[in-house]
């Protein structure tokens, strides 16, 4: 394959070469630099530009005789983090060079945000880039992959710079063998292994995620062999994968043709089912939009994709939409048309379709429709007394034209009286249509004929000229009638589709307002189509489910009429006031589609919103179970192996040692009292279930006590470490005490962990109008953003994994408990750098004031 070149350069752009992997630990770094090996075995010039071995010795065994670039620090956020040496990379120009990791976003400092534009760079200059991605890292998988797992990726890398990898290789292994590596310590270390199998390593995240990176790689593939095909001018169908297009009309077979081929798709395994309406150029074909709706749902419900194309040729643009998708099989329904109407009107669509479809195997399906349809109607329908009226017209018009011509006879020739004759006919056209227009011209021929041809007053003519003028006439005025019908009816069509359009228009943007789209939609309904009012029923129990009350009372005299359109399987759409037109019914059948829609988009909104705690509390008991089997265990054995020491009689202890290990046993039991004091808070917080006593406290009385109850090892140097600034008249608080000095002391105690060396936690308090609020302030890295919200989550650490600081429960306990007592707990930087804890309590008295010692 010929290679591209570098814009402006005229160099060779290098080739990339991407392993896929479906999960993390599926061994991509590990094939990656096997590929390294052998191509150095090879004489290739490979170096290491960045690798990430998340300490696995086998994975790290690989590097074994690799060159690797020293790689560049880049301090953020009070850290040092390590990054690939860009410049060193292409100051070296290898032949080829390994790249781990493509979507890591890179620290600030850098001239790329992202690693894969790091990637882009290497390509241009000419190197050959190996690297690696997983699946959910995939930006147009993202929010697949979050709703499968129930885990945000916040680093992505756009589908199309994987997709121009010159080689994808995808790695893949079982769900079952991901776990067992997972539990022999081969993926993560042994503290993460029980959390990472019980959340994002189930063997239903990890089946979901083979299957999406299966998936990917099969439509690269595909694309693959849609280019080759093109390239080769390879017009035939290519059978690799059994791909079914049922063609809809918007007709009443619709349902019958979808599942039909749904069954056809189902019987080879990765079959596609593809629906396909073609609409004229246009945009006036007389297919029901609302029926089109329902089966494009239906489509989708059975895992199958629907698209619309644009074409007056029916058979060609089916063809041509099934070759373009490499189908295998097109399913089409059996005419409507009845044999009459066949025989007048030739061949219809299906025959041609068959005729031309070559290696494509076309399905004739048989309905209980077949055969059904009507002559073909030569006008327009139009409302009875505009039908009568046209007769009428073309009755007595000519007539009328012949009275007048008559006194103007000898001063007019022939060619006039027929223009004019001609003229009443388009007149009556527009009026009745084209029938009546027929009728016309063939009045208006009979006395052209009789009065106006010599010899006048018989239907004799006498010259070959008059003959030839009259059968003119007689055509040219049949044939305008025609066109001037057609035209008629094609504007018409496209003043109704326009208001058609506009209508469906407004729905989509009610339907689109998200919460209050029920009300809106039946309101809607009820103005569009000027009923008295609109409700939705329950079928089953007749309960109004949703109404739309007109302003005004119905017409005196006017009879109620009522019109139901289904919506759905349990529920029915009740209109009351004037009888609607069967035109009209078309569009109410798509707004009754849209109702449904809401409806069912409403009642997943109640489930979602019942589920929601069950998923709240299943979380909860899940990062509960993870943190607890290691930070209950380390103090727990802790404890146990002081106080067995003590007890064991091979062992003579001294005086110190014995007071060592009873200070061990006591400060692992205090950790443990602490945990399960904060887990059963917190439960009581999830429950409802925390009983508050709340009275009036003034800060410098409860400051102390809370600084007495700061854990080892922040409680001996407390007092250096912390500086106190409470203004003057700050009025006492109403909240619990015991509560207040619990999440005073979380607050400082998060606070000393994560401040600055040497700097002091400032403690400030403040009176403003009914609230009193304390702020914590630290000098320490800070917390970005989008992590404000993260902080307040139970067992968060924002990717600490540190175990021996208890389970992250401390701010999200404090906070809970800040507003259970009528409070709140916020983030705020601070400036210079920090983190500040707004901490904001309710005033037992706004109006008085406290005077501060």
């Not at 309904?525 to 949703?546: H, I, K, N, P, Y």
């Not at 917190?682 to 003034?698: K, P």
């Amino acid at each position: 394959m010929a290679r591209d070149l570098t814009p402006g350069t005229g160099r060779r752009r290098g080739r990339l070469r991407v392993y896929l992997g479906s999960a993390p630990g599926v061994g991509k770094t590990y094939r990656m630099l096997d590929e390294a090996g052998r191509r150095r075995e090879r004489g290739a010039d490979v170096v290491v530009g960045y690798i990430e071995c998340h300490g696995r010795r086998r994975t790290e065994s690989m590097l074994t005789g690799l060159e690797i670039l020293p790689r560049v620090r880049r301090a953020h956020r009070g850290a040092d983090f390590e990054e690939m040496d860009l410049d060193a990379v292409l100051a070296r120009r290898p032949s080829v060079v390994l790249v781990d990791e493509l979507a890591h976003t890179n620290i600030p400092g850098g001239r790329n945000a992202k690693r894969w534009q790091d990637v882009e760079e290497l390509l241009d200059a000419g190197i050959d880039v190996i690297t690696t991605v997983n699946v959910q890292h995939l930006e147009s998988l993202n929010d697949v992959v979050q709703k499968i797992t129930g885990i945000p990726q916040r680093e992505t890398v756009p589908d199309e710079v994987v997709r121009r990898a010159d080689q994808i290789e995808l790695v893949d292994m079982a769900p079952q063998a991901l776990r067992r590596r997972m539990a022999h310590g081969n993926v993560y270390g042994a503290e993460k292994v029980d959390a990472a199998l019980s959340n994002y390593f189930r063997v239903g995240n990890l089946t979901a995620l083979r299957e999406l990176a299966l998936l990917w790689v099969a439509g690269r593939v595909d694309e693959g062999l849609r280019d080759y095909r093109a390239s080769h001018d390879i017009d035939r169908v290519w059978e690799t994968r059994e791909r079914v297009v049922v063609a809809l009309t918007g007709g009443p077979e619709g349902e019958t043709l979808i599942r039909r081929a749904a069954r056809i798709a189902d019987r080879t395994a990765g079959g596609d089912l593809l629906a396909v309406h073609v609409t004229r150029s246009d945009g006036l074909a007389g297919a029901s939009s609302g029926a089109l709706a329902q089966q494009r749902q239906l489509v989708e419900t059975l895992g199958g994709s629907y698209h619309v194309v644009v074409g007056d040729d029916i058979p060609t643009s089916l063809l041509a939409f099934a070759r373009a998708h490499d189908a295998t099989q097109l399913v089409l329904g059996t005419s409507r048309r009845g044999r009459i109407t066949r025989f007048l009107t030739g061949p219809g669509i299906g025959e041609t379709t068959v005729d031309a479809s070559e290696d494509i195997d076309v399905h004739m399906v048989t309905h209980e429709f077949t055969g059904r349809g009507r002559l073909p109607s030569l006008g327009r329908r139009h409302s009875r007394r505009r039908t009568i009226a046209g007769y009428a017209a073309g009755l007595v018009l000519p007539w009328l034209l012949t009275a007048v011509l008559s006194r103007f006879h000898g001063t007019v020739n022939l060619t006039t009286d027929a223009l004019i004759f001609q003229l009443g006919v388009v007149v009556v056209a527009l009026l009745g249509g084209a029938t009546s227009a027929l009728l016309a011209s063939l009045v208006a021929s009979v006395l052209l004929n009789y009065f106006f041809i010599p010899p006048v007053h018989t239907l004799t003519i006498g010259e070959t000229n008059n003959l030839v003028a009259l059968i003119v006439f007689a055509a040219v005025a049949l044939t305008v009638s025609t066109v001037v019908d057609h035209a008629g009816r094609l504007t018409t069509r496209a003043a109704r589709a326009t208001a058609e359009a506009e209508t469906l228009s407004t729905l989509a943007g009610s339907v689109l307002r998200g919460a209050d789209a029920l009300p809106a939609l039946l309101e809607k309904s009820r103005t569009a189509f000027g009923m008295d009012s609109v409700a939705l029923l329950d079928r089953t129990g007749g309960e109004v489910l949703a109404a739309s009350e007109g302003e005004g009372e119905p017409e005196p005299g006017r009879p109620a009429e009522s019109t139901e359109v289904p919506v759905g399987s349990d529920a029915v759409l009740v209109l009351t006031g004037r009888r609607l037109p069967a035109a009209d019914q078309r569009v109410l059948t798509a707004f009754a589609a849209h109702v449904g829609a809401a409806l069912e988009r409403d009642r997943l909104a109640v489930v979602a919103a019942e589920v929601e705690p069950i998923k709240a509390a299943d979380r909860m008991r899940t990062a509960l179970l993870a943190a607890v089997s290691h930070d209950l265990r380390t103090p727990l054995a802790a404890a146990l192996a002081s106080v067995g020491s003590l007890r064991s009689p091979d062992v003579e202890f001294s005086p110190e040692d014995r007071a060592e290990l009873l200070a061990t046993a006591d400060e692992s039991l205090v950790k443990l009292t602490r945990l399960v004091d904060n887990l059963l808070d917190m439960s009581r917080l999830q429950a409802g279930a925390l009983t508050l006593h709340l009275a009036e406290t003034h800060l410098d009385e409860i400051l102390p006590r809370a600084l007495d109850t700061l854990p080892d090892p922040y409680a001996p140097v407390q007092r250096l470490d912390l500086r106190f600034e409470i203004d003057e008249g700050v009025p006492g608080v109403l909240v619990d005490p015991p509560l207040l000095e619990r999440v005073l002391a979380n607050v400082i105690t998060n606070a000393l962990r994560h401040n600055a060396p040497g700097a002091p936690v400032l403690v400030t308090a403040s009176h403003h109008a009914e609230r009193v609020e304390v702020r914590v302030i630290d000098r320490g890295p800070g917390i970005a953003p989008e992590d404000r919200d993260r902080v307040f989550l139970p067992f968060q650490r924002l990717g600490d994994t540190d175990n021996t600081t208890g389970v992250g429960l401390g701010l999200a306990l404090s906070r809970g408990l800040a507003e259970a007592m009528g409070g709140g707990l916020e983030v705020e930087d601070t400036p210079g750098g920090g983190t500040t804890m707004l901490l904001t309590l309710p005033a037992a008295h706004p109006g008085e004031v406290h005077p501060h010692e």
